[in-house]
C-alpha cells in the first residue's frame, strides 16, 4: 500500500485531509484493495507533512494545499524540485463572511475602521485579507490559532469580517449569526448567485483568490508508477460519487494528465510566488 500524508486542515470543510480520504476511498474502490491509506501529520502549516514526506526513503504521496507553495516563498526547508507531480487536483474560492451584527458592506465607508480574523499568517486568509485591505485601509489584521477560534469570536461580533472556504461557516449562517457578504471566483458560484465577487465589486483582479489542492509524490517514486498512479486517479476521480463532492465543495477541478499536474503544479507555485513577493 502506499501511504497518501494529508497536512490537516481539519476546520475547512474542503480540508486535505477530507480530500485525500475521499480520493483514496475512490482509489480503492477503483483497484479493489488497500493501494493507498491516509495518515495525517498536521503542524507548522504544512511543513511537519510535507518535511516528513520529502525525507522518506520510501515511495510516498502527498497531498498539498495552498500552504506548501506559501510557505516555499517564506523559507520552508523544501522546494518545488524535492516532489514530482502525480494529479491536480483543483482550486477552490474562498468566501468572505461577517458577523450578522457587523455593519461591514461592500458598499460602505471604505475608511471605517474593520477587523478580520484570519486563522494565521501565511494561510490563504491571511492573503485574502491583505489584498482587501488595499480598499480598505484602515482594516485590522487579527490572527488565531485556527478558524474555530476565529468564528466563535465572529460570532460574538468580537471581529467584524473573515474569509474561509464554502460552506465552513455554513452552521453559523443557519444559526442566524453570520451572514456571506462575497467569494473571491473569477465568476459567482452556482449555489451563490446573488454573491458579488470580490473582483467584480472592486473591478481588480488580484482579488481572485483560491486555495491550491494537488497530489505530489517524493522523488523516491519511479517515473512507472507516477504514470500508473495518475491513471489510477484519473478514472478514479471520475466516479459519480467523487463528481458529487466536488460539485457539492466547489471545488474548480483540474484533473488530467501527469503533463497536465506538471504544469499545474508550476503554475501555482508562480502565482503564490508573485503573491507573497508583492506583499
Not at 462575497?182 to 459567482?188: E, I, M, N, Q
Not at 491550491?212 to 491513471?231: F, G
Not at 477541478?253 to 508573485?274: C, I, L, Q
Request: glycine share 8%.
Amino acid at each position: 500500500a502506499y501511504e497518501i500524508v494529508s497536512r490537516d486542515w481539519s476546520s475547512d470543510v474542503c480540508s486535505s485531509d477530507l480530500l485525500a480520504r475521499a480520493i483514496a476511498q475512490e482509489v480503492n474502490l477503483e483497484l479493489g484493495h488497500n493501494f493507498v491509506i491516509v495518515e495525517n501529520r498536521p503542524g507548522a502549516g504544512g511543513n511537519v507533512s510535507a518535511e516528513y514526506v520529502k525525507s522518506s526513503g520510501t515511495p510516498m504521496l502527498y497531498i498539498t494545499s495552498t500552504g506548501f507553495f506559501i510557505n516555499q516563498s517564506l523559507g520552508a526547508p523544501y522546494n518545488s524540485d524535492d516532489f514530482v507531480p502525480v494529479f491536480a487536483i483543483g482550486r477552490i474560492p474562498m468566501m468572505l463572511v461577517k458577523s450578522q451584527a457587523s455593519y461591514f458592506n461592500l458598499q460602505g465607508n471604505f475608511n471605517a475602521q474593520y477587523n478580520v480574523a484570519h486563522a494565521g499568517n501565511g494561510t490563504t486568509a491571511w492573503y485574502a485579507a491583505k489584498l482587501l485591505r488595499k480598499h480598505y485601509p484602515y482594516l485590522e489584521l487579527v490572527g488565531y490559532k485556527g478558524t474555530a477560534d476565529a468564528y466563535t469570536d465572529l460570532a460574538a461580533n468580537r471581529v467584524n469580517i473573515t474569509f474561509d472556504f464554502p460552506g465552513g461557516a455554513d452552521a453559523f449562517f443557519s444559526a442566524g449569526l453570520m451572514e456571506p457578504v462575497a467569494v473571491t471566483s473569477a465568476r459567482r458560484l452556482k449555489d451563490y448567485p446573488n454573491l458579488p465577487t470580490l473582483a467584480e465589486t472592486f473591478k481588480d483582479p488580484s482579488l481572485v483568490i483560491h486555495g491550491t489542492h494537488m497530489i505530489v509524490a517524493n522523488t523516491a517514486m519511479p517515473t512507472a508508477r507516477v504514470q500508473q498512479i495518475n491513471r489510477v486517479l484519473q478514472r478514479a476521480t471520475a466516479r459519480q460519487d467523487f463528481v458529487n463532492f466536488v460539485e457539492q465543495n466547489h471545488i474548480q477541478f483540474v484533473g488530467g494528465s501527469v503533463n497536465t499536474a506538471r504544469s499545474f503544479y508550476y503554475k501555482e507555485g508562480e502565482f503564490w510566488r508573485n503573491t507573497v513577493k508583492n506583499q
